[in-house]
């Protein structure tokens, strides 16, 4: 009897996790359906501004891309405690099989490319992995992906530039300002460009996949609305206006550029961050200066 | 003032297909990415996965200049007209 109120208790305690993950999300739709202005036809537009906050310098617009990224985090937490709800050693549920699978498969990839050193990188790399690939899934509901704005993976890149200047400090301002006359000190100015071509390679790859897929769909779509019209335009009253061509096609360009896309470009993402910061950090040297601090001691 | 305007918005169309002649080297360096993979694989079937991602990284970054160039296209396309339109207003405004 205690064991099947336990059950019940544990299954209200589900449901709720579960409508908290999908609220954020019909949230999303129903702000995008409210705002979105009255158009004639098909058009590309950037984000949809809902609101500016106005400050002294430059008043500061809240657009689609940030809010969306927001709901998407709030939605990503709910999913992680379902989830990780009701772990157990003894009686290890279907999920608990998933979510330790994937974990295992993070930690691996992670010790694969970045070494023993950062070993305990494989949190960040696994939220940026699933924000990332979340974020590039959300067209499927018809809403705007934030990847496809370069502003939030513009921050992304940012974030990992830090992480990669500060493990390249981690032998002293010295060790890191000498590493830019390396191999031969009149190529410090190059090697200062390549320091910042970095996050912005990062940021453009990310986006332009994003936003180049989004791109040819709609002119995909518009092409296909066009050349029905013209070819079922002579069938009378309401076949002629039907855009036939438009089912169905548009979907397979879907598979690749909003789904294989999106998911090879939060990889690839998740990738490039691994390497930059591990092929960034002197090792060898790192190793050899905590030695001196022993021998010192 | 209407010609103005029409030679600007020309010649960012104009530079929006131009920038997207450099679509021609990553399409090229993919090409051959895949290629060496497909022959790595023919040669050592088991190193089919680890050949794949390596693949897909390499051409995740061989894309890259190929980006740039969408960018630069997008921003001609969508942003430099009204920029220049505007400012081609505002001068014309200041000179009476």
Known sequence: MKSKKKDSKFRIADAFLLIMMVLPIVFGMALNIIFTPESNGIEIAGPLVYFTIPLPIQSLPITEAQINSWLLIISVFFLCLYLTHGLSAKHPTKRQHVVEWGLEQVDKLVSDNMGEFFKDFSPFVAAIMVLSAFSSLMTLFGLYPPTSDLNVVGGWAVLVFILITYYKFKCGPAHYLKSFTEPVAFLTPLNVISEFATPVSMAFRHYGNILSGSVISVLVAAALQGLSAMIFGCLPGFLGQFPFLQIGIPAVLSVYFDIFSGLLQAFIFAMLTMLYIASGFPEEDYREKLKRKVTAK | ?96
């Open chain 2, 1 to 96: 003032m209407e010609l103005a305007i029409g030679i600007i918005l020309g010649c960012c169309a104009l530079g929006a297909g131009m920038a997207m002649i450099a679509g021609i080297g990553p399409g090229i360096g993919e090409g051959n990415a895949v290629a060496k993979a497909c022959e790595a694989i023919g040669r050592q079937p088991e190193s089919r996965s680890a050949v794949t991602t390596t693949m897909l990284m390499g051409c995740a970054v061989a894309e890259t200049t190929g980006l740039y160039a969408l960018v630069i296209a997008i921003l001609l396309i969508f942003l430099a007209p009204g920029r220049l339109v505007n400012i081609l207003v505002e001068t014309m405004n200041t000179l009476g």
